[in-house]
């Protein structure tokens, strides 16, 4: 099985900051990565798909790179919205798994 | 816009069986592949399975044994059911939309863009 494994699993940061959070797998998998966003009490809300690509009505402040082993999802100016746990997920049909989560809290 | 919604017991005995429906609207069932995750209290989310619209399903290798889902097209409602629960299984459930992205190559992969509210399960005698 594939893992994910998500760093750091929380950091705290200011608004206005640039935010950095990775996600590696355990072996190569192309760009097959999506990224969540969620906030207390509430369902996930996709970020990014296919590593990459920005969802519909999502700020562009947020994006996704990477491929292979290594992703990451940067927030280029932090808002107060944007305090929450963020996501990965493995993105196989097969195998959907999720990260463990990176949690952004306000410093 | 696409809505779905999560609907079941709250309560659920050890070694009973967990069942839940989702319920969509302003979407056709038989158009996409519907999924279920769960998030025990405190803890991250875990990909229960899903259901393509003519019925057939992929599972979690790790919850495959005990898990069912169905789904229901006149009705535009799927549904899961999980067997012989303990107090591990209590979470938050959610349904989800799978929608799929097609790279150039001829494969492609799913993303998970519309989720119900949630429902909290809890397993307790």
């Known amino acids: 099985d594939i893992q994910m494994t998500q760093s750091p699993s929380s950091l705290s940061a200011s608004v206005g900051d640039r935010v950095t959070i990775t996600c590696r797998a355990s072996q190569s998998i192309a760009s097959y990565l999506n990224w969540y966003q969620q906030k207390p009490g509430k369902a996930p809300n996709l970020l990014i798909y296919?590593?990459?690509s920005l969802q519909s009505g999502v700020p562009s402040r947020i994006s996704g790179s990477g491929s292979g082993t290594d992703f990451t999802l940067t927030i280029s100016s932090l808002q107060p919205e944007d305090f929450a746990t963020y996501y990965c997920q493995l993105s196989y049909t097969t195998s959907l798994t999720f990260g463990g989560g990176t949690k952004v809290e306000i410093k | 816009q696409v809505q779905l919604q999560e609907s079941g017991p709250g309560l659920v005995k050890p070694s009973e069986t967990l069942s839940l429906t989702c319920s969509v609207s302003?979407?056709?069932?038989?158009?996409?592949?519907w999924s279920w995750i769960r998030q025990p209290p405190g803890e991250g989310l875990e990909w229960i399975g899903y259901i393509s619209y003519s019925g057939g399903t992929t599972y979690n290798p790790s919850l495959k044994s005990r898990v069912t889902i169905s789904v229901d097209t006149s009705k535009n409602q799927f549904s899961l059911s999980l067997s012989s629960v303990t107090a591990a299984d209590t979470a938050v459930y959610y349904c989800a939309r799978v929608s799929p992205y097609y790279y150039g190559s001829g494969t492609y992969s799913f993303y998970f863009d519309f989720w119900g509210p949630g429902t909290l399960v809890t397993v307790s005698s």
């Open positions: 302003g979407d056709s069932i038989s158009s996409y592949y």
């Open positions: 296919a590593a990459s």
